[in-house]
């Protein structure tokens, strides 16, 4: 059983491009969190969804970022026009149908860097 | 909302000595706690979790933990330390009403030979 997968592993951006993260949960996962760890520092809570919809977004900046986790595929993290302060491991966890207190198992992360 | 504080941010001990990380959470109710370990460059691995009952947890790796309720505290132990446990450790906390989580931020343990 695969564990929660994440892509690209390692992403290179110039400022003002975008950056698009994948997160795929582990099977018979329904929830997805995603959070952001800054160098130095530990995970900062962005945003939680569902299949088709979002949950908590408390933690997402107001512009340029987005998330979306559609019926079919991945979860995607969106990054519009990207700046240094950009720059950080992304993680990805699911967990399944929620009840509180579920487990969440993360992946291995997406270290996003911006030139 | 609830929230954690994991007041070392980095420890030091030599290989064979106990450890003992210190966390404080702060929340209205009865809270969900977890503790995660993350090694260089990789994601974060379940270490252990307390929901209810006992309140001394145990976990992989030889690690345990133990609630404390009066204390607000969740402190993570091992009584001998291996040089691979050298990594980073997060505990954090959940509500019961709902599945977000918020981490502290971490502490940095390193091994000494």
């Known amino acids: 059983n695969a564990g929660v997968m994440q892509n690209p592993r390692h992403l290179v951006r110039r400022r003002g491009q975008e950056a698009r993260l994948r997160c795929s949960p582990m099977?018979?996962?329904?929830?997805v969190y995603w959070y952001r760890q800054l160098p130095e520092e530990g995970l900062k809570f962005m945003v939680y969804?569902?299949?088709?919809?979002?949950?908590?977004e408390s933690g997402m900046p107001k512009e340029r970022f987005s998330a979306e986790f559609p019926k079919e595929g991945p979860s995607i993290l969106r990054i519009q026009q990207v700046v240094r302060g950009d720059s950080a491991a992304y993680f990805c966890?699911?967990?399944?149908?929620?009840?509180?207190?579920?487990?969440?198992?993360f992946g291995p992360g997406t270290r996003l860097l911006v030139l | 909302a609830q929230s954690v504080t994991q007041p070392d941010i980095h420890i030091t001990v030599s290989e064979g000595a106990s450890l003992e990380l210190r966390c404080n959470y702060s929340?209205?109710?009865?809270?969900?706690l977890f503790w995660y370990v993350q090694s260089p460059g990789q994601g974060l691995q379940l270490l252990l979790k307390?929901?209810?009952?006992?309140?001394l947890v145990q976990g992989i790796k030889g690690f345990e933990a133990e609630f404390k309720r009066s204390q607000s505290s969740f402190n993570l132990r091992k009584p001998s330390v291996h040089w691979s446990d050298a990594a980073e450790y997060f505990c954090?906390?959940?509500?019961?009403?709902?599945?977000?989580?918020?981490f502290g931020a971490g502490t940095r343990l390193t091994v000494k030979p």
């Open positions: 307390y929901f209810s009952g006992d309140t």
């Open positions: 954090a906390v959940g509500a019961y009403n709902n599945n977000d989580m918020r």
């Open positions: 929340y209205g109710a009865t809270p969900y």
């Open positions: 099977k018979g996962h329904s929830h």
């Open positions: 969804l569902q299949k088709e919809n979002i949950i908590d």
């Open positions: 966890a699911s967990s399944p149908p929620a009840k509180a207190g579920e487990t969440q198992y």
